[in-house]
């Protein structure tokens, strides 16, 4: 394929396992990011730190921006971007948290497929 047939956009997905030490902590600093958004209206503000304070995962999804993710790399745009977050058991020890399952489920699906 030539440069003009192949797509400009990568979907880039990153899948994090977080360890929260303190709660309050990442509570405070989602109540602070969302204190000094100047372009969150009242009504959504009340709601935010509604569900921050009483989520840890959803106060972590204030903090984290796919933007700083890529802000800094030269030569790329965000074009999109969604995430989300959720409270889970976690065995670092568990075969279930291998973290290449996806890409060899992946590998296997395109090796019976070509």
Known sequence: MSTEET?????LRV???VEVDDQ???TRAALARIA???DMPADERTHAESAVTEDTAEALAYLVDPF?????????ELAQASW???QIDY???SPDWDLDEDDVAEDEEEEAVG
Do not use: K, Q, Y
């Open 84 to 86: 989300s977050s959720e």
């Open 24 to 26: 309050e902590a990442v």
């Open 7 to 11: 797509s400009r956009f990568v979907r």
């Open 68 to 76: 700083d993710v890529v802000g800094e790399v030269p030569g790329v």
């Open 15 to 17: 899948e994090l396992v």
């Open 91 to 93: 065995d670092p020890d």
């Open 36 to 38: 000094d958004d100047p």
